[in-house]
């Protein structure tokens, strides 16, 4: 099996990063990756200040899939997600959010303990940990993105549906498709209001396959028996409503309902959900059951 080390660290998803890996399709791989700050937090004498001004976000990678070309779809299922034994959350006041840009609020760092798919959040508090994949994604084809930025290429999506058990389909840009990923949270509540999760190191073992020609120009989402449309734009607005055309171009392209029955569908079975707010890009989704997809005899693994 393929194992990528987490030294192969990035910073921006580029066409112009060298390899540190090459797989086929059908191949699994393991990517052993950093927290996002770059394990710097993990010593009790470290300060976010001192140490770690931003969130650095490196990822693992990328990898090279061979024969992946520009208008594929690269399939990433995750079949799983280990996570290391101490994790970095982060804080400030709910209520301060509106008022940081007039006064200095203090950010605040605490470690947490995880022990048997446990996170000790506090002395009389410990909640079991869903391991997720906050940066995933493939080289753009123009200017580098930071692996801090989400968008269309994927990137810092922070979406906890992006988890053990589902499957990721993201655009091909470039050749190879250049992957790359890290940012694992062991726990993270939807929109990700305080700019972190429980930021911890670990390794993720992908299975990797090309769906040739689609022109797939957007992340999407297969998991928990759900088919999820993912946008990232500059507000939650503008984010809410691109999760939202996509899942309706889904539905009148390829399940072939009129844009009225799939207006109707949605607002009456698709759920809308922030991913995260905290970055200068938003994330939103949209869900839909794939048991409605079924009825209406349509299978995602099929597009």
Same mark, same amino acid.
């Given at each position: 099996?393929? %194992?990528?080390?987490?030294?192969?660290?990035?910073?921006?998803?580029?066409?112009?990063?060298?390899?540190?890996?090459?797989?086929?399709?059908?191949?699994?791989?393991?990517?052993?990756?950093?927290?996002?700050?770059q394990?710097?937090?993990?010593?009790?004498?470290?300060?976010?200040?001192?140490?770690?001004?931003?969130?650095?976000?490196? /990822?693992?990678?990328?990898?090279?899939?061979?024969?992946?070309?520009?208008?594929?779809? +690269?399939?990433v299922? %995750?079949?799983?997600?280990?996570?290391?034994?101490?994790?970095?959350?982060?804080?400030?006041?709910?209520?301060?959010?509106?008022?940081?840009?007039?006064?200095?609020?203090?950010?605040?760092? #605490?470690?947490?303990?995880?022990?048997? &798919?446990?996170?000790?959040?506090?002395?009389?508090?410990?909640?079991? %940990?869903?391991?997720?994949?906050?940066?995933?994604?493939?080289?753009?084809?123009?200017?580098?993105?930071?692996?801090?930025?989400?968008g269309?290429?994927?990137?810092?999506?922070?979406?906890?549906?992006?988890?053990? &058990? $589902?499957?990721?389909?993201?655009?091909?840009?470039?050749?190879?498709?250049?992957?790359?990923?890290?940012?694992?949270?062991?726990?993270?509540?939807? &929109? *990700?209001?305080s700019?972190?999760?429980? *930021?911890?190191? &670990?390794?993720? *073992?992908?299975?990797?396959?090309?769906?040739?020609?689609?022109?797939?120009? $957007?992340?999407?989402?297969?998991?928990?028996? #759900?088919? %999820?449309?993912? /946008?990232?734009?500059?507000s939650?607005?503008?984010?809410?409503?691109? $999760?939202?055309?996509?899942?309706?171009?889904?539905?009148?392209?390829?399940?072939? +309902?009129?844009?009225?029955? $799939?207006?109707?569908?949605?607002?009456?079975?698709?759920?809308?959900?922030?991913?995260?707010?905290?970055?200068?890009?938003?994330?939103?989704?949209?869900?839909?059951?794939?048991?409605?997809?079924?009825q +209406?005899?349509?299978?995602?693994?099929?597009?």
């Amino acid at each position: 099996m393929l %194992i990528i080390d987490r030294v192969n660290m990035i910073h921006y998803m580029s066409k112009d990063n060298a390899p540190a890996a090459r797989c086929k399709s059908g191949d699994t791989v393991i990517f052993h990756t950093y927290d996002c700050f770059q394990n710097k937090l993990l010593p009790d004498n470290a300060s976010i200040k001192a140490d770690c001004p931003s969130l650095s976000n490196p /990822a693992t990678g990328p990898l090279y899939v061979e024969g992946a070309l520009p208008g594929d779809t +690269l399939k990433v299922e %995750i079949l799983n997600i280990l996570v290391g034994p101490l994790g970095i959350g982060g804080s400030e006041p709910i209520g301060t959010f509106q008022n940081k840009m007039v006064e200095p609020i203090e950010y605040k760092i #605490k470690r947490i303990q995880v022990e048997d &798919g446990f996170a000790h959040i506090f002395d009389n508090l410990s909640v079991p %940990i869903e391991p997720m994949i906050g940066v995933i994604g493939v080289a753009p084809l123009e200017m580098p993105i930071r692996t801090i930025i989400p968008g269309n290429h994927g990137g810092n999506m922070d979406c906890r549906q992006i988890k053990k &058990g $589902a499957t990721l389909y993201l655009p091909v840009f470039v050749e190879g498709a250049l992957l790359a990923m890290g940012d694992l949270h062991a726990l993270m509540g939807d &929109g *990700e209001i305080s700019e972190c999760g429980l *930021e911890i190191e &670990g390794s993720v *073992e992908v299975r990797i396959s090309i769906i040739p020609k689609t022109g797939r120009i $957007a992340p999407a989402l297969c998991v928990d028996e #759900k088919w %999820i449309t993912i /946008a990232s734009k500059e507000s939650l607005d503008e984010a809410a409503k691109e $999760a939202t055309n996509m899942m309706a171009d889904f539905l009148t392209s390829q399940v072939n +309902l009129n844009p009225y029955d $799939a207006s109707l569908l949605l607002s009456l079975c698709g759920n809308l959900i922030v991913c995260q707010k905290c970055n200068s890009y938003k994330t939103m989704r949209m869900e839909l059951s794939l048991d409605i997809l079924n009825q +209406l005899e349509q299978k995602p693994e099929l597009i």
